[in-house]
Structure formats: structure tokens, C-alpha cells
């Protein structure tokens, strides 16, 4: 019969370690895919996605490790939600700026990056009264479509892999990530009003 290894000393802490790492690396790779995106040069954009790709694909190994020997913490909890929040904003701004994003689904832009502020600022107004507002599953599949979206517009743009073949689907997934992030962000909102609620007075 195989017998469990029991952690080491370290390893809890270890792993926390770890995972906030991924959490401060994603974060970090922003400024080089956005250097890369604005860059003067026939590859910026096939660069800019790979750096965006590694960027996302922290997102799955921050929680990965964190999970693993069910060690998650309060740091990783507020960093990782900021962490996708900037990594996309700042992914749907470029693209925005470039065209790759226009007409209609600027509005759709726009709907997700108000909806991240109100959320950011919900969750630190239920902080102060001492609640919080944990990460749900369906907010999970909001920020993957999120991120589907962004790596398809970046393929499809001009020097990139694909160039303009996964425009239509990036598009498409803009909108469902947009439906998402309507329904997530109106959920926050109903649960936050009744913590707030229940504190008054």
C-alpha cells in the first residue's frame, strides 16, 4: 500500500511561498507585454502573446500549488484576484488602442473594466466590516473567457501567429466573457449589499 509523504517542516509555508510567487510573476510580466505590444518590430506581437500566454497560465499554477496541500492564504486570496484584473485590463486597453477592439465591443471593454473597479471596491468596503467576498466558480470561468478573449485578438493581430483568422472568435468570446462578467458582477453586488446591510447601525 502506498503511504502518503507527510510534509516537511517547511513545506506549508513553503508552498504559500510558491503559489504568491506565480501570483507577483504575473503581475510583473505585465510591464514586458506591454513593452513588447508597443514595440517598433515585426515580432512584437507574436512575443507580446507568448509573455501573455506564461502570464495566464500562472493563473492555473498559483492555485494549483496553493491547493495541493490545501494552503492557501490570505495574501494569495487578495493577490490573485488583482493579479487577473490587471493582466487583463491592461491586455484589453492595448488592444483597444490597436483596433483590434473597436466599435461595439468597446462598450464591452468598458463594461468589464467598470465591473472589476466596483467589484475591488466592494470587496474592500466588506473587508472593513469584517466579511469578505471569496472568488466563486462562475467568476472563475468569467476571467478564463476573459482571458480566451485576449489571447485570441492577440493572435489575430497584424505580425501575430494567426493574423486575422481568430478575430471573429475572439470577438465572441469578448461578448461571453462581457455576459459573465454582468452576471458575476451583479452577484458581488447582491452579497455585498447584504453583508453592508446587516451591519448597519
Known amino acids: 500500500m502506498t503511504r502518503r509523504r507527510d510534509s516537511g517542516p517547511g513545506e506549508p509555508r513553503y508552498n504559500r511561498l510558491m503559489a504568491n510567487l506565480l501570483t507577483l510573476g504575473r503581475i510583473l510580466l505585465i510591464v514586458p507585454f506591454v513593452a513588447l505590444f508597443l514595440a517598433d518590430v515585426s515580432w512584437n506581437m ?18 494549483f500549488v496553493a491547493r495541493r496541500r490545501n494552503e492557501a492564504s490570505a495574501l494569495g486570496a487578495a493577490l490573485d484576484p488583482l493579479a487577473d484584473k490587471l493582466l487583463i485590463v491592461a491586455a484589453l486597453l492595448l488592444l483597444t488602442r490597436n483596433g483590434l477592439i473597436e466599435g461595439y465591443g468597446v462598450v464591452a471593454t468598458l463594461i468589464i473594466i467598470l465591473r472589476e473597479i466596483l467589484v475591488t471596491g466592494l470587496r474592500e468596503a466588506v473587508a472593513v466590516r469584517g466579511g469578505a467576498l471569496p472568488v466563486t466558480r462562475l467568476a472563475k470561468w468569467k476571467t478564463f473567457a476573459q482571458l480566451a478573449a485576449a489571447g485570441a485578438l492577440l493572435l489575430s493581430a497584424p505580425n501575430g501567429f494567426v493574423s486575422d483568422q481568430l478575430r471573429p472568435l475572439g470577438s465572441g468570446l469578448l461578448w461571453a466573457a ?19 446591510g446587516d451591519e448597519r447601525g
Open 178 to 196: 462581457t455576459l459573465l462578467t454582468l452576471w458575476t458582477g451583479a452577484d458581488y453586488a447582491a452579497r455585498a449589499a447584504r453583508v453592508l
Open 46 to 63: 507574436k512575443a507580446a502573446f507568448v509573455i501573455f500566454a506564461i502570464a495566464a497560465l500562472t493563473d492555473y499554477f498559483d492555485g
